[in-house]
């Protein structure tokens, strides 16, 4: 038997499913990642769904953006050691040849998630920072860095980006 | 910036919606209940870890014990008395009721929480090395006798009993003067059994040197402290053992007579006593019934204890021979029941009971196949001017099984120090464990 706290979290996820998966997307560059982001957070939401059913999506959200530099942190962790003996020097600032996507992919995640939050989700410098827990004034900085750093690795992008940025 | 936010909006849009799983929501409940578990897991876990810690403490060897003892909300007489060493004498006089007081071998006064068991010594102020230290039967308060540099004006030396409340720690002061205006040395003090008025005997000094303490005595005098008021009545007497009613009429006892006195205004009967104590001196202890009908006297007598009326009457409550065939030293310490004395007993060595211990006590002037007589406390330290609040001490049930006392475990750690920077520790790390295990939980769930 279906509860109704189970069904409401049903009709979450078929009508912001589309939606959370773009976000998830941009923030990770990867659709196996985006995919499991989507799902870690929906999982959160399901654990928490008494408390957050009311808005849910501002915690899932929340959640994803958490989440991904929470793995990111991990992650590097974890391949730090076959960067170092495995790899040739990676230069990604000789590629100018990346298109926005590839770009994005070589900013920090939280770079990353600034950029999302306040060029997709067009969330304020305030809002951005109350997301991430970040101050206002980081949220500038890291905003900034992110963008010149767009536009070192992508000088056919700076266009889009904007001189002044 | 606004071609940035279209090219984004570009990519996001090229993204197919991704697939979740279906059991999700099952998956989250599931994650919720073991969450929920986890916490009581947690506070189970910290729950045992401080009482591990507890009873670590408590079930050590001495140097690991503290005073962590169980608590007795309405007190309780100890059930061991010891002379508790070099305690640090403190400026705190605000204890709490207290059950038991004695001057330890170190000269401390030294007082005994009712609640828990613990050892108190006591820095009273302007507290002689010697004197007398009487507790109240319902042990909130600590009579005792001072001297000090009197006011200006006054007599060079101001001496007089002084009243500790063991709960506020006030310390009220009463002066003990002469009608000639000198101040009287306080040789003893009795409390009533109410804990309302206290009497005191004591003799004038003629001559005080602050060198030397040498005095010559002047006469005898007695007092009668009204705790309610605050206000005195003094009467020129001996000196002898001396106790107070619940009527505030104090009675003072010595070797040829019996003196009654409650106010100047309402004077004072002297009875020459039927048979005299010899023994009877200045300081020995009295205690008057709570009828106010019996005095009973330590005279010094080995074979029984005189109880004193009115009349001059003296009856005998003789000691159980079989019990104590050399005799033993009685000395009444106060009234449990209108007819029931308790009195530390020092037995010598061939006795029932040896060395120095308690006893409940029925009244001579009660038929002799009603007499009663238990054994409350045994090996009881050598310490001076023991008294204890008797208002503890439970009404006697008939059967010989009845707990009087309470075993408040071994409070005398070496120094009896503060465990709570212990148990704060325990906590601390019972959080950082459960920190620890939180992480991993977060970790191993992603």
Do not use: C
């Not at chain 1, 770079?111 to 980081?138: C, H, I, M, W």
């Amino acid at each position: 038997m279906i509860t109704d706290d189970e069904a409401g979290f049903a009709e979450f996820v078929a009508g912001r499913q589309a939606a959370l998966s773009r976000t998830a997307y941009l923030l990770t560059g990867d659709h196996h990642l985006a995919q499991d982001l989507v799902q870690a957070a929906l999982l959160q939401a399901a654990k928490h769904w008494k408390r957050i059913h009311t808005s849910p999506e501002a915690y899932v959200r929340r959640a994803m953006y958490h989440q991904n530099i929470s793995w990111w942190r991990r992650r590097r962790i974890l391949e730090t050691a076959l960067v170092e003996h495995d790899s040739p020097s990676v230069a990604p600032d000789t590629d100018l040849r990346l298109s926005l996507d590839q770009a994005l992919g070589h900013l920090t995640p939280r770079q990353r998630t600034v950029l999302v939050l306040r060029f997709y989700e067009d969330l304020t410098e305030a809002e951005t920072a109350r997301a991430l827990g970040l101050s206002t004034s980081t949220v500038k900085s890291t905003t900034r860095q992110a963008l010149a750093r767009l536009r070192t690795l992508a000088p056919e992008l700076a266009q889009l980006i904007g001189a002044d940025a | 910036m606004t071609d940035l936010r279209t090219s984004l909006h570009r990519v996001a849009d090229d993204v197919t919606p991704l697939p979740v799983a279906d059991d999700l929501w099952q998956r989250g409940q599931s994650a919720r209940r073991r969450g929920n578990a986890l916490v009581v897991a947690a506070v189970l876990a910290i729950i045992a870890s401080v009482t591990w810690s507890a009873v670590l403490l408590g079930d050590g060897d001495r140097e690991a014990r503290t005073a962590s003892t169980p608590v007795v909300p309405d007190g309780a007489i100890p059930s061991r008395i010891e002379d508790p060493g070099a305690l640090t004498a403190s400026d705190d006089l605000a204890v709490g009721q207290a059950s038991v007081a004695f001057v330890a071998e170190s000269s401390d006064v030294v007082v005994v929480d009712a609640a828990d068991g613990r050892y108190h010594a006591l820095a009273l102020p302007e507290a002689p090395l010697t004197g007398p230290v009487r507790l109240s039967p319902d042990g909130i308060q600590l009579a005792y006798a001072y001297d000090a540099l009197g006011p200006e004006g006054g007599p060079e030396v101001e001496v007089g009993v002084a009243i500790l409340d063991l709960r506020s720690g006030e310390v009220r002061r009463v002066p003990a003067i002469s009608g000639s205006g000198r101040p009287v040395a306080v040789s003893g003090i009795g409390w009533s059994s109410d804990s309302a008025y206290v009497a005191w005997s004591g003799h004038g000094i003629r001559v005080w040197t602050d060198s030397t303490r040498e005095l010559e005595r002047g006469g005898g005098m007695l007092g009668v402290i009204d705790l309610s008021t605050g206000l005195q009545s003094t009467l020129d007497s001996s000196e002898g053992a001396v106790s107070v009613d619940g009527d505030a009429a104090a009675t003072l006892v010595t070797s040829t007579r019996v003196t009654s006195f409650t106010s100047l205004s309402s004077g004072a009967t002297r009875v020459p006593l039927h048979e005299q104590l010899p023994a009877v001196g200045s300081g020995d202890r009295a205690s008057t019934s709570p009828s106010g009908e019996l005095t009973a006297v330590d005279d010094g007598s080995s074979v029984s204890l005189p109880f004193v009326d009115g009349e001059g009457d003296v009856l005998r409550r003789s000691l159980d021979t079989e019990l104590y065939p050399d005799g033993a030293r009685v000395s009444p310490l106060g009234w449990a029941a209108d007819a029931l004395l308790l009195a530390q007993v020092d037995a010598p060595a061939g006795s029932y009971v040896e060395g120095r211990h308690l006893a409940l006590m029925s009244s001579p002037d009660r038929p002799e196949s009603t007499w009663t007589y238990r054994i409350v406390m045994r090996d009881i330290a050598d310490v001076a001017e023991l008294s204890v609040a008797v208002d503890l001490i439970p009404d006697l049930d008939g059967t010989s099984s009845q707990q009087l006392t309470h075993d408040f475990g071994d409070v005398l750690a070496p120094d009896q120090r503060d465990i709570s920077w212990l148990i704060g520790l325990g906590v601390a790390a019972a959080i950082a464990v459960l920190m620890g295990l939180r992480w991993l939980w977060r970790r191993l769930l992603g």
